[in-house]
C-alpha cells in the first residue's frame, strides 16, 4: 500500500509565499515522476508542476517564476515552494507520484488527499 501526505497549504496574502510538501510511503520500489496539481472550485484539475527522478521539471505557463517544485529522493518527497502568490492562486493542491510497487514490481499513480491553499486579496 502506498500513502501521500501532503502539509503546508493555508491562507496567506496576495504577494505572500508558501511551501508545500508531499511525502511518500508504503511499499515504494521507486519513484519515476512526482508531481503537483490543483483544482479550483468549478474548474478542472490542473497540472500545476512535475519533476523526474533525473530532476527535470516542468511548469504550467500560469506559476513560471514563481512556484519551484524540488524532491528530496532519498526522503521520497517533493516539495513546491510558492512565492508571489495571487488570489487566483487560490485551490486545492494535490500531490501526485508515479511510481514503481515494491515486491511485484507493477507501476502506480498515487493521489495525495490534497490541501487547500487560499490566497487573498
Known amino acids: 500500500q502506498v500513502q501521500l501526505v501532503e502539509s503546508g497549504g493555508g491562507l496567506v496574502q496576495a504577494g505572500g509565499s508558501l511551501r508545500l510538501s508531499c511525502a511518500a510511503s508504503?511499499?515504494?520500489?521507486?519513484?519515476?515522476?512526482m508531481a503537483w496539481y490543483r483544482q479550483a472550485p468549478g474548474k478542472q484539475r490542473e497540472l500545476v508542476a512535475h519533476?523526474?527522478?533525473?530532476?527535470?521539471?516542468n511548469y504550467a505557463d500560469s506559476v513560471k517564476g514563481r512556484f519551484t517544485i524540488s524532491r528530496d529522493n532519498a526522503k521520497n518527497t517533493v516539495y513546491l515552494e510558492m512565492n508571489s502568490l495571487k488570489p487566483e492562486d487560490t485551490a486545492v493542491y494535490y500531490c501526485?507520484?508515479?511510481?514503481?510497487?515494491?515486491?511485484?514490481?507493477?507501476?502506480?499513480?498515487?493521489w495525495g488527499q490534497g490541501t487547500q491553499v487560499t490566497v487573498s486579496s
Open positions: 519533476i523526474i527522478s533525473g530532476g527535470s521539471t
Open positions: 508504503g511499499s515504494i520500489f521507486s519513484i519515476n515522476a
Open positions: 501526485n507520484a508515479d511510481l514503481v510497487v515494491a515486491g511485484i514490481r507493477t507501476g502506480y499513480n498515487a
